[in-house]
């Protein structure tokens, strides 16, 4: 049950908002999760327990849905979230070649972050711009008809510090 006049201070700050939000609505876990996603650009364990024991809803409750949808992360991701859209058209036209380069480039795997911080791959099941297959994306910049050979300088320059990757 909500505890009112009750505010949490340090990481915690700012959930209060978020219940209240959505406190009175059935169905609303995946409301609470999008809005800890988006406050954290991940669904911090802590926030998890936070918000389980003000509403009395069980913490697996809520892990339940966020494992259930690709959108939420349960762990930090990397500064670089790389996105491989694997949807028919990009399949297709190469996109798993491109990841398994990708993999190879960074030293990690699907849903890894590499150890610095800087980059998590994932694999996506499409976004709508077939057209344009294979689709590549880092962070906000999509990439169109992108090869292995692209996919690699691209993310040189992100490891070089360069910002996005456009050039």
């Known amino acids: ?14 959930l209060d908002d978020i219940l209240a939000k959505y ?7 995946v409301s609470i999760l999008q809005d800890m996603e988006v406050r954290y650009g991940y669904i911090p364990e802590e926030a ?33 979230v790389v996105k491989i859209c694997r949807g028919t058209a990009c399949h297709v036209k190469g ?15 699907v849903g890894e972050t590499t150890p610095d911080g800087n980059f998590t791959v994932e694999h996506v099941a499409c976004v709508g ?22 996919a690699k300088k691209t993310l040189e320059k992100y490891m070089g510090g360069e910002g996005n990757g456009k050039g």
């Open 1 to 14: 049950m909500l505890q009112d006049g009750v505010k949490m201070e340090g990481p915690m700050e700012g």
């Open 48 to 80: 998890v327990m936070w918000v389980s024991e003000r509403t009395g809803l069980s913490a697996s409750r809520f892990y339940g849905v966020a494992t259930f949808y690709g959108q939420f992360h349960l762990v930090k991701p990397g500064k670089n």
């Open 23 to 29: 406190y009175q609505s059935e169905g609303s876990i």
């Open 129 to 150: 711009a077939c057209a344009r297959a294979p689709i590549f994306i880092v962070g906000k910049d999509v990439y169109g008809k992108i090869t292995p050979q692209k």
């Open 95 to 109: 996109s798993e070649k491109i990841s398994d380069d990708i993999q190879t480039m960074l030293h990690i795997g």
